[in-house]
């Protein structure tokens, strides 16, 4: 039997004796370090805010067990995730190893539809992102993505990514034609992938055409 906390994470049944162990390792085996930031009986156990700024800042300091363990104290703790704990939590998964992430993933998809943030922008481009990252997902990649349901930039690059990553540059570039808004991250994504599949000369004109170029790009 799994412990409540982790049975809100609804674990499918494929979760199987071949992924309990280094789940429960992942989020039980802690050195010190990765005691919660809030004592016993502190009130501020009790705020959703202070948690998501402490699960927030684990994952972009690219320490994904210390925001997922986080996470999961937080669910112990009590307060509701908002949508900026889990797209934190989904952020770090996929810089797990390739033997765990697959199944926290389905895992954080239940969850999520559990918490009822299907609709909400930034847990949902965060989890089309991490589907579109791992091996033989590209079916459900592509069914989260086109269910999200207002698209801004970073979910845009995600599904320019995912056709990218896939091999169909002309899936892609239909993709990048109808972005109303650019950043960055779109144009150095296009460029490198017309430049991958061979087609130098396109990639060349197309980095010609940024309107304003950075050290980025």
Known sequence: MFPPCLQQLRLPRSFNSRYK???FSLFF???????????????????????TAAIRSAADAGRPRRALHLYISMLRSGPQPCPFAVAAALKSISRLPPSISPPL????????????L????????????LYSRLPQSSDAAH???DEVPVRNIVSWNSVLSYHLRSGDLHAARKVFDEMLA??????NSMVA??????????AFALFESIPEKNPAS
């Open 21 to 23: 162990l280094p789940f």
């Open 105 to 116: 993933t389905s895992s954080f998809h239940a969850h999520l539809l559990k918490l009822g």
């Open 143 to 145: 069914k989260v993505l």
């Open 193 to 202: 992938g017309l430049a991958k599949a061979g087609d130098m000369d396109r």
């Open 29 to 51: 085996s802690h050195s010190s370090s990765s005691t919660p930031p809030f004592p016993e009986g502190d009130p501020n156990a009790s705020s959703s805010s202070l948690w």
């Open 182 to 187: 650019r950043d960055v991250v779109s144009w």
């Open 118 to 129: 299907r609709s909400h922008v930034y847990p949902h481009t965060a989890l089309a992102d």
